[in-house]
């Protein structure tokens, strides 16, 4: 191959978003590090890789590769690719629960009244939670019930003993294989805790006993740690509902103070957003020359003030030293998790400022304006006053004209009331879309990004394909940014859709791809697949549902940790990409089909995308079958009309009625 066409060709298998190739080509250019060039610089160490190199304890770290089959401790290979799988997993819950006590925090002191800017803004929520968590609530004050909520809500972190009080929602049965497995999380913190124990050196040697205990840390995630922080974060700054928003790098502007905010916790962002509205802070920035304040997003907390503020979104994990290259970006505002040390470097090229603002996470080289909640609001405007304040020291400024429109915001709550209406608020249209065979099943595709795969093609290759064989999608984090961006969040999207599929979205008035939040809202699905199983019709259990989950691009511990509590919970996952644990054919067994013996789930990594959608839908025909609803017929359906949006309202097309 020519070099020139080996450049090309390279540069194609990088990403599939126009935005992204544009950028690259400048940082190629101009020279700059980024995570897809340094991808290609490391290779990752395959014993590493593939989870066989223990390094807990300081005999080591011991490589069992070749000849070495044990480490110094006598170790096996499946004792050290399970710790190594527990860990990550740990250390993911870790991440996400920590999340989800800064939210509780939050809500205790909002109510108490030390931190004035937050209030309960959904106190039906509040409500419901405190129903959820014991909490009485007739004839008391929100305030009065919020304490209760979050002091409740702080104890299952520290609970010892008993069971999560969440995991009463799930289904009946479920809890009943949790509890036989003896695998019902008792507090979050301490799962998590008995992971680390559990994985130390000379401790926990069975890598079934191990793994065991991997599920329960997960669930403690999925059913604890994250569900509160959905749920809490919702009381706070309310339930989403349908939002129309754009994505991409054109969500830049050119004459406007840029501000990107980029990490996890809403608990800064939502602040920045109402500080960006103050007629001030407005004023402020126009006397240094710009037109106004423009807020963009990147990774979760983008997601987080989407859903609920209509903020648009700049791109997912890989865009993020990408947009810095754009020059347009005056401050990069980042609290926690999935933040590029490599931003910090990047930006030393441009005028942009890097702001740290966790107490939890600072950079080397970045600015922190260290966040507080008791003065919440005037730290939001001291940063947004910094990013004004930089607005001047740009130079030559690149923003690629592209850019996609979207509809987000598809809690569980909106999904409900949109299968019913205010007044039978239920799941059973979905349930009987189901048994008719109109949609075959429905899957959750979620997770980050990674450089090892070409950005954003399994995400969308996954996400089209199983729309296209009626399978309804419901996407989170990296992935619902991935789909934005190309135009899949849209009902526009219709036309790619399995006749069936597009049938019921039309009737319901949806997309056939659901954007639900953050990667801590996975928990949503978690609501909807349990309430989709008691709703009658389609077993007893998540395990019999005709769903599958995927995270084609994953590589965070958090991904590790939701994959894992999916499929403890009943739903057989794909992990994209090449697998953490390839290096024990038995711990690959023990995940798969030793998981589905126990949970009726299995854990899968499969790197060939197009294999894991044809087992999916494999899977999905297996689980009808065994439900005995009607074999999945594609043609059935076939002859339903399309109709294209703005059908519905197009007099002239039906001369049904007009709007005169
Ligand atoms: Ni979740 Fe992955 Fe990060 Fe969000 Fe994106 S990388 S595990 S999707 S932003 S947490």
């Given at each position: 191959?020519?070099?020139e066409?080996e450049?090309?060709?390279?540069?194609?298998s990088?990403?599939?978003?126009?935005?992204v190739?544009?950028?690259m080509?400048?940082?190629?250019?101009?020279?700059?590090?980024?995570?897809?060039?340094?991808?290609?610089?490391?290779?990752?160490?395959?014993?590493?890789?593939?989870g066989?190199c223990?390094?807990?304890?300081?005999?080591?770290?011991c490589?069992?590769?070749?000849?070495?089959?044990?480490?110094?401790?006598?170790?096996?290979?499946?004792?050290?690719?399970a710790?190594?799988?527990?860990?990550?997993?740990?250390?993911g819950?870790?991440?996400?629960s920590d999340?989800?006590?800064?939210?509780?925090?939050t809500?205790?002191?909002?109510?108490?009244?030390?931190?004035p800017?937050?209030?309960?803004?959904?106190?039906?929520k509040?409500?419901?939670?405190?129903?959820?968590?014991?909490?009485?609530?007739?004839?008391?004050?929100k305030?009065?019930?919020?304490?209760?909520?979050?002091?409740?809500?702080l104890?299952?972190f520290?609970?010892?003993?008993g069971?999560?009080l969440y995991?009463?929602?799930?289904?009946a049965?479920?809890?009943?294989i949790w509890?036989?497995?003896?695998?019902?999380?008792?507090g979050?913190?301490?799962?998590?805790?008995?992971?680390?124990?559990?994985?130390?050196?000379?401790?926990?040697?069975?890598?079934?006993?191990?793994l065991?205990h991997?599920?329960r840390n997960?669930?403690?995630?999925?059913?604890?740690g994250?569900?509160?922080s959905?749920d809490?974060s919702?009381?706070?700054?309310?339930?989403?509902?349908?939002?129309?928003?754009?994505?991409?790098?054109g969500?830049?502007?050119?004459?406007?103070?840029n501000?990107v905010?980029?990490g996890?916790?809403?608990t800064?962002?939502e602040?920045?957003?109402?500080?960006?509205?103050?007629?001030?802070?407005?004023?402020y920035?126009?006397?240094?020359?710009?037109?106004?304040?423009?807020?963009?997003?990147?990774?979760c907390?983008?997601n987080?003030?989407?859903?609920r503020q209509?903020?648009?979104?700049?791109g997912?994990f890989?865009?993020?030293?990408?947009?810095?290259l754009?020059?347009?970006v005056?401050?990069m505002?980042?609290?926690?998790?999935?933040?590029f040390?490599?931003?910090?470097?990047?930006?030393e090229?441009?005028?942009?400022?890097?702001?740290?603002?966790?107490?939890?996470?600072?950079?080397?080289?970045?600015?922190?304006i260290?966040?507080?909640?008791?003065?919440?609001?005037?730290?939001?405007?001291?940063i947004?006053?910094?990013?004004i304040?930089n607005?001047?020291?740009?130079?030559?400024?690149y923003?690629?004209d592209?850019q996609?429109r979207?509809?987000a915001?598809?809690?569980h709550e909106?999904i409900?009331y949109?299968?019913?209406?205010?007044?039978r608020?239920?799941f059973?249209?979905?349930?009987?879309?189901?048994m008719?065979g109109?949609?075959?099943?429905?899957a959750?595709?979620?997770?980050?990004n990674?450089?090892?795969?070409t950005?954003?093609?399994?995400?969308l290759?996954?996400?089209?394909?199983?729309?296209?064989?009626?399978v309804?999608?419901?996407t989170?984090?990296?992935?619902?940014?991935?789909?934005?961006?190309?135009?899949?969040l849209?009902?526009?999207?219709?036309?790619?859709c399995g006749?069936g599929l597009r049938?019921i979205?039309?009737?319901?008035?949806?997309?056939?791809?659901?954007?639900?939040?953050?990667?801590?809202?996975?928990?949503?699905?978690?609501?909807?697949?349990?309430?989709?199983a008691?709703?009658?019709?389609l077993?007893?259990?998540?395990s019999?549902?005709?769903v599958a989950?995927?995270a084609?691009?994953?590589?965070s511990?958090k991904?590790?940790s939701?994959?894992?509590?999916?499929?403890?919970?009943?739903?057989?996952?794909?992990?994209?990409?090449?697998?953490?644990?390839?290096?024990s054919e038995?711990?690959?067994?023990?995940?798969?089909?030793?998981?589905?013996?126990k949970?009726?789930?299995?854990?899968?990594?499969?790197p060939d995308?197009?294999?894991?959608?044809?087992e999916?839908?494999?899977?999905?025909?297996?689980?009808?079958?065994?439900?005995?609803?009607?074999?999945?017929?594609p043609?059935?359906?076939?002859?339903?009309k399309?109709?294209?949006p703005?059908?519905?309202?197009?007099?002239?097309?039906?001369g049904?009625y007009s709007?005169?």
């Amino acid at each position: 191959m020519s070099e020139e066409k080996e450049t090309k060709a390279k540069k194609k298998s990088t990403s599939i978003d126009p935005a992204v190739l544009e950028m690259m080509e400048k940082a190629e250019a101009e020279g700059i590090s980024t995570a897809f060039s340094r991808a290609d610089e490391t290779k990752p160490c395959p014993i590493g890789h593939e989870g066989s190199c223990c390094k807990h304890c300081h005999m080591g770290p011991c490589r069992l590769t070749g000849k070495t089959t044990v480490g110094i401790c006598g170790a096996t290979k499946e004792t050290v690719v399970a710790r190594n799988l527990a860990r990550m997993t740990a250390a993911g819950a870790a991440a996400h629960s920590d999340h989800g006590r800064g939210m509780a925090m939050t809500l205790l002191a909002a109510a108490e009244g030390e931190a004035p800017d937050y209030q309960v803004k959904d106190e039906k929520k509040l409500r419901v939670v405190a129903h959820y968590l014991d909490v009485p609530e007739q004839g008391r004050s929100k305030e009065e019930v919020a304490v209760d909520v979050a002091k409740v809500a702080l104890a299952e972190f520290g609970r010892q003993e008993g069971e999560l009080l969440y995991v009463r929602r799930a289904p009946a049965k479920r809890q009943e294989i949790w509890r036989k497995l003896g695998i019902v999380p008792r507090g979050i913190d301490r799962e998590i805790v008995e992971t680390l124990h559990r994985t130390h050196v000379g401790n926990d040697q069975d890598a079934e006993h191990i793994l065991d205990h991997a599920m329960r840390n997960a669930l403690a995630d999925g059913w604890g740690g994250s569900m509160l922080s959905t749920d809490i974060s919702d009381i706070i700054f309310g339930t989403p509902g349908p939002v129309a928003a754009s994505a991409n790098f054109g969500t830049l502007r050119e004459d406007e103070v840029n501000v990107v905010i980029h990490g996890h916790e809403p608990t800064l962002s939502e602040l920045i957003v109402a500080a960006a509205d103050d007629p001030e802070i407005v004023e402020y920035a126009k006397s240094k020359g710009a037109k106004g304040i423009n807020l963009t997003g990147i990774c979760c907390t983008a997601n987080e003030i989407l859903m609920r503020q209509g903020v648009p979104l700049l791109g997912n994990f890989l865009s993020q030293e990408l947009a810095v290259l754009t020059g347009a970006v005056d401050a990069m505002v980042v609290d926690i998790q999935c933040i590029f040390q490599g931003l910090v470097e990047v930006a030393e090229n441009y005028h942009t400022k890097i702001i740290t603002t966790s107490a939890k996470a600072k950079i080397t080289g970045a600015m922190h304006i260290e966040f507080h909640e008791d003065r919440a609001m005037e730290i939001a405007k001291q940063i947004l006053c910094t990013a004004i304040d930089n607005y001047p020291n740009r130079g030559k400024v690149y923003i690629p004209d592209v850019q996609d429109r979207l509809v987000a915001g598809f809690s569980h709550e909106y999904i409900s009331y949109m299968l019913g209406g205010s007044l039978r608020e239920s799941f059973r249209p979905l349930n009987d879309a189901i048994m008719m065979g109109r949609i075959r099943g429905a899957a959750g595709v979620v997770g980050c990004n990674n450089p090892r795969t070409t950005h954003d093609d399994p995400h969308l290759y996954v996400v089209k394909e199983l729309i296209k064989n009626d399978v309804l999608v419901v996407t989170t984090g990296c992935n619902a940014i991935a789909c934005a961006k190309q135009g899949l969040l849209t009902p526009e999207v219709m036309d790619h859709c399995g006749a069936g599929l597009r049938e019921i979205c039309q009737t319901i008035g949806i997309p056939p791809v659901l954007h639900m939040g953050s990667c801590v809202d996975n928990t949503r699905i978690l609501t909807v697949i349990s309430q989709s199983a008691t709703e009658g019709g389609l077993g007893e259990d998540i395990s019999d549902l005709p769903v599958a989950g995927f995270a084609p691009e994953w590589m965070s511990e958090k991904a590790i940790s939701i994959g894992m509590y999916f499929v403890a919970s009943g739903v057989t996952t794909w992990m994209g990409g090449t697998s953490p644990v390839a290096g024990s054919e038995e711990v690959v067994r023990i995940i798969s089909e030793g998981w589905k013996q126990k949970v009726g789930a299995a854990y899968y990594f499969e790197p060939d995308t197009e294999k894991a959608v044809k087992e999916a839908l494999e899977h999905i025909d297996a689980k009808r079958k065994a439900l005995k609803l009607e074999e999945y017929s594609p043609k059935k359906y076939a002859q339903s009309k399309t109709y294209l949006p703005g059908d519905y309202f197009a007099p002239e097309k039906h001369g049904a009625y007009s709007l005169k």
